[in-house]
């Protein structure tokens, strides 16, 4: 099936086929969409950059997984300004863009585990 947002060929690669590693790894796709996008927000509230960093960086590694090229740049962008503490004004209307991108991707991610 085709999704709109999500795109599994990275997620199918690095299953290599296995169907047990297949599911966890959409477990944890659908379990990182659901909590970072929140984490970040309210990590980028408390004003703690050293933190935000660390969660942005970790999940830039989760998003390939998506294959949603959209969300990945926007993230990406989300990153660079932490990390180069660069529009930083910006930074709330991009972890909103990026939390919309994540509840999509993760509304697929969901109807897959359901079809087992």
């Given amino acids: 099936m085709a999704y709109l947002f999500l795109n599994l060929d990275y997620l199918e690669l690095m299953s290599g086929g296995d169907q047990t590693d297949r599911r966890r790894l959409l477990e944890m796709l659908e379990k990182d969409l659901s909590e970072y996008p929140k984490l970040m927000q309210q990590t980028l509230e408390a004003e703690d950059w050293q933190k935000l960093e660390r969660q942005a960086h970790y999940f830039k590694s989760t998003l390939p997984f998506t294959g949603y090229e959209v969300l990945i740049q926007t993230h990406h962008s989300v990153y660079q ?8 004004a910006d930074l709330p209307k991009q972890l909103s863009q990026v939390e919309a991108f994540c ?14």
């Fill in 103 to 116: 509840q999509a991707v993760q509304a697929e991610v969901q109807e897959e585990l359901e079809k087992g």
């Fill in 81 to 88: 300004n932490i990390k180069e503490a660069a529009n930083l």
